[in-house]
């Protein structure tokens, strides 16, 4: 170790893979449909996508949980975003190919991805 | 990026109640489900809530499950990990509150708690290094040599009053700067990890859960006194807290945060471990060092004190684990920081071992100040079974105990000593209305007969005398006079005794006869323990008018000391009677009473 700096470039690194004990309340909480329903309609793949992407574009601020059936199953997959102080949006019928856009635009940018929320197509 | 990480206990006392098969059951069922790149399990150091162990906390949640079995694994797998429901049934009561589920931060357990040495414990991987530096690890170190002088260092530990928490408390910063400013070539940095009170946990857990701030501590000190070279002396007895502090030396000086010309600033330590047989006396300081250069543990007079003259000769620094454990700490945020917790002459946290008659037996850490009233009936859930408290001992064999006068006393070093009780390592007995006193400063005398060196005439034969006094007493032939025989020879061995050990052995006796005098004399004079423990004062008796002759008594005595014919009243020969309990057990109807 030869400089404090070093030492602060390992433990952001290191701070990654723990961030997720500390149960910050302003993270924005991603909560995926994971019960019989939401794993039959794929839920699994698009919760492997979110942590893919939260991974690869380094957003420190998220945790990913799963919740239960929330009675309408053939929305699922569903995904509901809450940012702190609760404000939330409920995406359905969510693929691992429309995970991306909802990360750029409404996690990074804070924007709702319309179309992809409960109602649009009907 | 892992989205959920399980937390599982690898203290001893987790270990021991399965913790590793645990884990392993986790990552089989993990794989199962295909979900180990989503989900990562960690092994930590302590909880604290040992009694309720296997313990295992899910995150993000932070759903904190006690008492785990392997059976369980599969279901909290299935359902909590892949689909989010929390499985209510294995979390800690405590946390559930209705259909609400509370963070472990409002349990009575951990509300009343401040962790600052134990800030780590469970919630980082001990044998990561990385994880350590995560929580802001050697970033106190890298502060002291980058921008601290050696006095600026020893300034800020003094500013903290920080006291020795291996029993004594006497100022660390002093003790650094007279170690400071003692001259010579080579001078050395030990760490106190012998940990010899029965009872007493602190240590290891702090060494099990979070080694690296132990080493990160001592880098320090010997910055600040001048030393290039350190010592961990620990028992074998220790064999976790061996194999992490052997970890974690390797993974810090792979970072070349142990070696040579650390943080490029010239400065150069290194650690090495010395393992202890488990005497209690290789505690002193003087023995210990003596110990770690390869020659028996005795203690010697002093002074010279280690400050000027200590391992192989040199001044030394010696330090308790505890003491270490708050140094980074103090240094990151400041001593006006830490002196603001506690009271007026102990600043700080303490650690203590809950055991005995308690509901939580484990570990907790509290401020300075801290009742025992508030430990034992708030944090450590009360007395089990109803009954009621009596005292608690502190500071095991060279400590007192605590009555229940003294029960809302503000805890710290002054405070104890003016009770007859002493802070000692952090060793925390409850003892309930069962507990005779006579008999718990029998067990502590012999612990301390057993454990004297021998180097001493006060100490190697005085407490022999002691103890004898004290069987006479709890064997029903002692008389007044030998109480205050007791109490003279107390202070005899008391003030000749060589090191603290004798010094401190009647201790137990004086502290119980100044608050249970009367349990002594009620042993002497009426020849009664009212608490039922002394064997030889007790009697077993059938009364006659409730005895229905059922025979069951007779059938299960180990010694046939019970006669009388089916359907008429028995009888107990007590010169046969060993005083089992087993009659008194097994009889239906209440018949058979003790007195
Ligand atoms: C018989 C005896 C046993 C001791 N055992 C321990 C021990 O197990 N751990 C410890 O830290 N200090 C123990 N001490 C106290 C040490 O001698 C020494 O004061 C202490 O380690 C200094 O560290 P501190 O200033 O950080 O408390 C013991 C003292 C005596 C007399
Ligand atoms: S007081 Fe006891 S332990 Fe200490 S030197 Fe004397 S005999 Fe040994
Ligand atoms: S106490 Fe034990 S030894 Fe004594 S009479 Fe009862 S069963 Fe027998």
């Known amino acids: ?122 | 990026m892992y989205r959920s990480n399980i937390l599982v206990c690898g203290g001893t006392g987790c270990t021991s109640s399965g913790s590793e098969k645990i884990i392993s059951k986790l990552w089989k069922e993990i794989k199962i489900r295909g979900l180990e790149q989503e989900v990562n399990v960690i092994k930590t150091g302590c909880f604290g809530l040992c009694s309720l162990g296997p313990i295992m906390i899910v995150y993000p949640e932070g759903s904190f499950y006690s008492m785990v079995q392997v059976d369980d694994i599969a279901e909290i797998v299935e359902e909590h990990l892949l689909k989010g429901r929390v499985v209510k049934r294995l979390l800690y009561k405590e946390t559930l509150d209705g259909e609400k589920i509370k963070s472990l931060n409002e349990t009575a357990f951990y509300s009343k708690q401040k962790r600052i040495v134990l800030k780590n414990c469970g919630l980082i991987n001990p044998e990561s290094i990385d994880e350590y530096i995560a929580m802001d690890g050697y970033c106190a170190l890298g502060r002291v040599l980058g921008k601290m002088s050696p006095r600026d260092v020893i300034e800020e530990i003094k500013m903290s009053d920080l006291r020795g928490r291996g029993g004594g408390g006497f100022p660390t910063g002093v003790k650094w700067e007279l170690t400071a400013k003692s001259e010579a070539e080579q001078k050395y940095v030990c760490c106190n990890a012998d940990e010899g009170d029965p009872g007493a946990f602190m240590d290891r857990a702090i060494l099990e859960g979070d080694p690296h701030s132990v080493i990160e501590s001592m880098a320090i000190a010997g910055y600040a006194i001048g030393a290039n070279k350190g010592f961990i002396y620990v028992r074998a007895e220790y064999p976790i807290a061996v194999k992490r502090l052997n970890i974690a030396i390797e993974q810090a000086r792979n970072y070349g945060l142990l070696g040579q010309d650390i943080f490029s600033s010239g400065f150069n330590f290194d650690i090495d471990l010395r393992l202890g047989a488990g005497a209690f006396v290789c505690g002193e300081e003087t023995a210990l060092m003596s110990s770690i250069s390869g020659k028996r543990g005795e203690p010697r007079p002093r002074p010279p004190y280690p400050a000027v003259k200590g391992l192989f000769d040199c001044p030394t620094l010696l330090n308790n684990v505890e003491t270490y454990a708050n140094i980074p700490q103090i240094i990151l945020k400041g001593a006006s920081w830490f002196n603001s917790i506690g009271t007026e002459k102990s600043k700080g946290t303490k650690v203590f071992a809950l055991g005995g008659k308690i509901n939580h037996t484990g570990l907790v850490e509290v401020p300075m100040g801290t009742t025992l009233r508030e430990i034992v009936e708030e944090i450590g859930g009360g007395i089990p079974n109803g009954k009621k408290f009596k005292a608690a001992q502190t500071g095991g064999p060279s400590g007192g105990c605590i009555s229940i006068e003294n029960i809302d006393i503000p805890i710290d070093y002054d405070n104890l000593l003016s009770i007859g009780s002493m802070m000692g390592s952090g060793g925390l007995i409850v003892m309930d209305q069962d507990t005779c006193m006579v008999d718990i400063a029998k067990f502590f005398l012999e612990f301390t007969v057993d454990e004297s060196c021998g180097k001493c005439v006060p100490c190697r034969i005085g407490t022999k005398r002691l103890l004898e006094i004290l069987n006479k007493i709890t064997s029903g032939n002692g008389t007044i006079e030998d109480i205050d025989k007791m109490e003279k020879l107390c202070y005899y061995i008391k003030s000749n005794s060589l090191c603290g050990l004798g010094q401190t052995a009647p201790n137990p006796v004086l502290s119980t006869l100044k608050c249970f005098r009367n349990e002594y004399e009620m042993h002497v004079n009426k020849k009664k323990c009212e608490a039922g423990v002394c064997k030889s004062l007790l009697r077993y008796e059938i009364i006659e008018g409730k005895c229905k002759g059922c025979t069951l008594c007779a059938r299960n005595c180990p010694v046939s000391a019970i006669s009388g014919f089916v359907g008429m009243p028995h009888e107990i020969d007590s010169d046969k009677c060993i005083k089992c309990g087993i009659c008194m057990q097994k009889c239906k109807f209440d018949a058979i009473i003790k007195h």
């Open chain 1, 1 to 122: 170790m030869k400089t404090l700096e070093e030492l602060k470039k390992i433990r952001d690194e290191a701070r990654k893979n723990i961030n997720v004990r500390n149960n910050n309340p302003n993270d924005i909480k991603v909560l995926i449909g994971m019960a019989t329903c939401g794993i039959a309609a794929g839920a699994r793949q698009v919760m492997k996508e979110f942590i893919n992407q939260v991974d690869k574009k380094n957003i420190r601020n998220v945790t990913i949980t799963q919740t239960d059936c929330a009675g309408s199953c053939e929305y699922e997959p569903r995904v509901e975003i809450i940012f702190p102080g609760n404000e939330k949006a409920t995406y359905v019928n969510i693929t691992p190919e429309k995970v991306s856009r909802i990360i750029d635009e409404h996690i990074i940018n804070g924007n709702i991805v319309k179309e992809y929320t409960i109602g649009w197509n009907n």
